[in-house]
């Protein structure tokens, strides 16, 4: 839970973060974690080919209602957090809103790994997105062609934490849920770009 000074300190970061645009190379979306403002540098084209390629993969498989979409803000400004995830499955009626999506509405969070900032998918978000209710978290990783599904939110030590992983290398179908991942059809980014 968070103290009414961290509040206080999420709520100026957030205004801050409303009217800042960082130059290039940086994209313009910025997100909030652990009090800093993150900024993001601009994806490259094989990050959103294979977040359009997922994003792709899972509409067909959804239920009505239900939505793969690359583009949305989750926030949740009692944990000081405001993420991007780069594909976000969640109901549809949840994007009616004016202000950024809540976390508790997905029922899955991608996120493709970028070569400038790895540790903000694998430690941040896998730190923060069991406590925002998100209850599958694939994270994809074209580096090295590599991917780690994680689910079943638990409590350890008084925290909300994904009990169960399973590590899977492109080529490999993940299940989540009900829908199927084919990896074969993901980029991997060239050498020079890691």
């Known amino acids: 839970m968070a103290t009414p000074a961290k509040q206080e300190i999420y709520k100026h970061l957030r205004a801050f973060a409303e009217h800042f645009a960082p130059p290039p190379p940086f994209s313009p979306h910025v ?4 009090g800093l ?4 540098m601009r994806p490259s084209g094989r990050h959103d080919l294979a977040a359009l390629r997922i994003e792709r993969q899972l509409q067909p498989q959804l239920p009505e209602g239900i939505v793969a979409t690359t583009s949305g803000g989750i926030e949740e400004a009692g944990l000081g957090q405001l993420r991007r995830p780069d594909v976000l499955v969640l109901p549809e009626a949840a994007m009616d809103t004016d202000a950024a ?3 508790r ?15 903000n998918d694998y430690e941040s978000k896998l730190h923060h997105y ?10 994809v990783d074209p580096r090295d062609g590599t991917c780690v ?14 009990e169960a992983r399973v590590p899977y290398v492109f080529g490999d179908r993940i299940a989540i849920g009900d829908w199927v991942i084919d990896t074969s059809e993901l980029p991997r980014y060239s050498k020079e770009a890691c």
């Open 31 to 34: 997100e909030i974690s652990d």
């Open 37 to 40: 403002i993150i900024m993001m």
């Open 101 to 103: 999506i809540s976390p």
């Open 105 to 119: 509405a997905l029922l899955a969070a991608v996120e493709i790994v970028s070569p400038s900032n790895p540790e």
């Open 130 to 139: 069991p406590r925002l209710g998100i209850p599958h978290y694939l994270i």
């Open 149 to 162: 599904h994680h689910w079943a939110i638990g409590v350890r030590e008084g925290n909300a934490v994904y």
